[in-house]
């Protein structure tokens, strides 16, 4: 095993790495990701609420042994005696409740607390699906905007290089190479800033995916916005109502509080319970040589309680209380769950027109960029502030077109995760947009 995971790593090494894309980032993360394994580990230690709830309705058995040395001295009619002796025994008692009003509740409560589990899990696996997205996406911004910075400072460059050629030829002012010097500057701070905000992306997804990915596939120039399926916001609701999961865990705990009132109120209520016994000893004595007993008892024991102090009342009231504070959790997340799908809902539909927008914005300022160059060599209708801030335009236009179709591609992933949907299928479609290999290490 040792030797062929050995073959495997050396040929892992020997072929070139090809770029990581959103689903090999979300393959990961279900691997090895210490979230979402923390996660899944959490999800299996609740699920043995089952078991622990119905352990109380079955039969409880328990063996016990002993084994004494006696030493002492009995005294009649005047006559002292010494009483050294050996005591051994062993007992088995089996105990199965035919009537516990608590421990149905537990059992209940046993099952709320699974249910409870699975749709805490749900809720933090789609949690996390779009939080991976989010980091990934952030180290393609920041990649982007170090490429646009970048670009930035050339064209500011090449245009403080143009402001001294025209001062030289007695056509420029010191004006004008000050103004673009301070572009300059201002660019080359830009990309410095842009360069850190990449290595904190970088490591911020680290942490989901637990290793650093020296390339990502980054976003295709074609970039479709197919509308949503279903179209209407009333629809969607319906669905996040009925499907989300964080309604689902809270629906889940007020469940598991309301059981809770039972299993407090039950402390008045008396239990029935079937014991049966079987116990064998033996000892000796100076007037009782090798004392054998064997005996076996079987019967109902019923138990009735009378007074407690006023303890079983107040956890009534106790559990009555956090009943209602879950109604009231549960209330509030309905209404949060309501507000973030209709967002996200209008993220998706606006994010689709502002997408649309933006690139009409990116091309009018490149047609507006060559006519402001154009001018300021040419015609000298257009000044040197034109055509800086044509260019700073341009690279603002671009920078927002990027996001832009970032959010866009967020949106649809959190408005699938507040209706409780989000899955392989929805990493696989937000994945086909993505496409180009993009370096991402420093």
């Not at 990449?198 to 290793?211: M, Q, S, T």
């Not at 800086?388 to 990027?402: G, I, S, Y």
């Amino acid at each position: 095993m040792k030797r062929v995971s050995l073959c495997v790593c050396l040929m892992g090494l020997a072929l070139p790495a090809a770029a990581m894309d959103l689903k090999q980032a979300w393959d990961l993360l279900q691997y090895q990701g210490p979230t979402y394994r923390a996660a899944e580990h959490e999800r299996q230690a609740g699920l043995e609420n089952r078991a622990i709830g119905k352990a109380g309705l079955l039969p409880q058995i328990n063996a016990s042994a002993y084994t004494n040395k006696v030493n002492g001295s009995q005294s009649q009619n005047g006559f002292d005696r010494d009483l050294h002796y050996d005591s051994n025994g062993a007992n088995v008692r089996l105990r199965q409740p035919l009537f516990n009003k608590q421990k149905m509740a537990e059992y209940n409560q046993g099952q709320q607390r699974a249910d409870y589990s699975i749709a805490v899990f749900d809720a933090k696996s789609q949690d996390a699906a779009v939080r991976l997205a989010e980091s990934y996406f952030n180290v393609l911004l920041a990649s982007e905007t170090i490429t646009l910075a970048k670009s930035k400072l050339g064209a500011f460059d090449e245009q403080l290089a143009s402001a001294k050629r025209r001062m030289e030829l007695g056509a420029g002012t010191i004006t004008d190479i000050d103004e673009s010097t301070a572009r300059r500057d201002l660019a080359e701070a830009e990309l410095i800033e842009a360069q850190d905000s990449l290595v904190n992306a970088r490591r911020k997804l680290e942490e989901f995916i637990g290793e650093t990915p020296e390339s990502l596939t980054t976003l295709q120039p074609g970039f479709a916005t197919p509308p949503l399926m279903p179209g209407n916001l009333q629809d969607w609701l319906v669905r996040a109502q009925a499907d989300s999961p964080l309604i689902h865990a809270r629906r889940r705990s007020y469940d598991l509080a309301e059981e809770e009132v039972k299993r407090a109120r039950a402390g008045h209520w008396p239990t029935l319970d079937f014991v049966a016994g079987y116990t064998a000893g033996e000892s000796q004595s100076l007037s009782e040589l090798n004392q054998r007993n064997h005996y076996g008892s079987i019967g109902l024991e019923l138990n009735i309680p009378l007074y407690s102090g006023g303890g079983v009342s107040a956890l009534t009231r106790q559990a009555s209380a956090n009943s209602a504070k879950a109604q009231d959790e549960l209330d509030a997340t309905r209404e949060e769950v309501i507000s973030g799908t209709t967002r996200e809902f209008r993220g998706v539909q606006s994010g689709a027109l502002r997408v649309r927008a933006l690139e009409k914005a990116v091309a009018s300022n490149e047609r507006s960029l060559l006519s402001t160059r154009k001018g300021f060599k040419e015609g000298g209708t257009s000044t040197n502030s034109d055509v800086l801030n044509a260019e700073e335009l341009l690279f603002v236009a671009r920078h927002d077109l990027f996001e832009a179709k970032l959010k866009y591609l967020l949106s649809r992933l959190r408005l699938a995760s507040s209706v409780g949907s989000l899955g392989d299928d929805d990493i696989d479609q937000v994945n086909a947009y993505l496409g180009p290999e993009l370096m991402v290490s420093q």
